[in-house]
């Protein structure tokens, strides 16, 4: 889903928080927050972070194994509010 589409139904199902921006600034907005929180996501190595209304991203390091060799590498979880 392209960041057009998904500002497009964020303001259709929020009229009135959206009223008076247009849909490109609006683009530029959500493509704002999603760049937050992808760096908070990556600056950090082990950890929750939870965006209300969206979800909670859970970071993780694990160690794999490749070639005979363990290596770290950080697993990233997002995990959506359950429906009431």
């Given at each position: ?5 998904i500002t497009e139904l ?11 921006v247009n849909a490109g ?40 194994e490749k070639d005979g ?16």
């Amino acid at each position: 889903m392209k960041l057009k589409e998904i500002t497009e139904l964020a303001m259709a199902a929020n009229v009135t928080e959206f009223d008076g921006v247009n849909a490109g600034r609006a683009s530029k907005m959500v493509a704002s927050v999603l760049k937050i929180i992808a760096k908070q996501v990556g600056e950090m190595d082990e950890g929750r972070i939870a965006v209300p209304g969206l979800g909670v991203f859970v970071i993780k390091q694990i160690e794999r194994e490749k070639d005979g060799n363990k290596t770290k590498v950080k697993r990233v979880l997002f995990r959506i509010p359950q429906a009431k």
